[in-house]
Nanobody
Framework: QVQLVESGGGLVQAGGSLRLSCAASGGDFSRYAMGWFRQAPGKEREFVAA????????DYVDSVKGRFTISRDNAKSTAYLQMNSLRPEDTAVYYC??????????????????WGRGTQVTVSS
């Protein structure tokens, strides 16, 4: 069982940047694949990015490719989402998620076992 706490959200102008952090505790962080999801008002929670292990592969939803970067620091038990060139449509609550590493990883809400409470990101035009 791992607990996750997001931070770093806020209000930013279009074209600006934010760096979200996800601090993990209560588990062996290095054995978890990490993901970021987001949910806008009235919409389904959607996949944003994932990273498997320290030297694992990364994956992104098409709308953030080239703008967002997911990373992890196992020494700090923390995952990050660097968000550049932000757009108003990026406005959402962003959630950190974790799942024990295995042979398969699906970029879906159901694939993940543990979730943070979210952090609000608002991008103004």
């Amino acid at each position: 069982q791992v607990q996750l706490v997001e931070s770093g959200g806020g209000l930013v102008q279009a074209g600006g940047s934010l760096r979200l952090s996800c601090a993990a505790s209560g588990g062996d962080f290095s054995r978890y694949a990490m993901g970021w999801f987001r949910q806008a008002p009235g919409k389904e929670r959607e996949f944003v990015a994932a990273i498997r292990l320290s030297y694992g592969s990364t994956d992104y939803v098409d709308s953030v490719k080239g703008r967002f970067t997911i990373s992890r620091d196992n020494a700090k038990s923390t995952a990050y989402l660097q968000m550049n060139s932000l757009r108003p449509e990026d406005t959402a609550v962003y959630y950190c998620a974790a799942v024990r590493a295995g042979p398969f990883l699906r970029n879906t809400v159901r694939a993940y076992e543990h979730w943070g409470r979210g952090t609000q990101v608002t991008v103004s035009s």
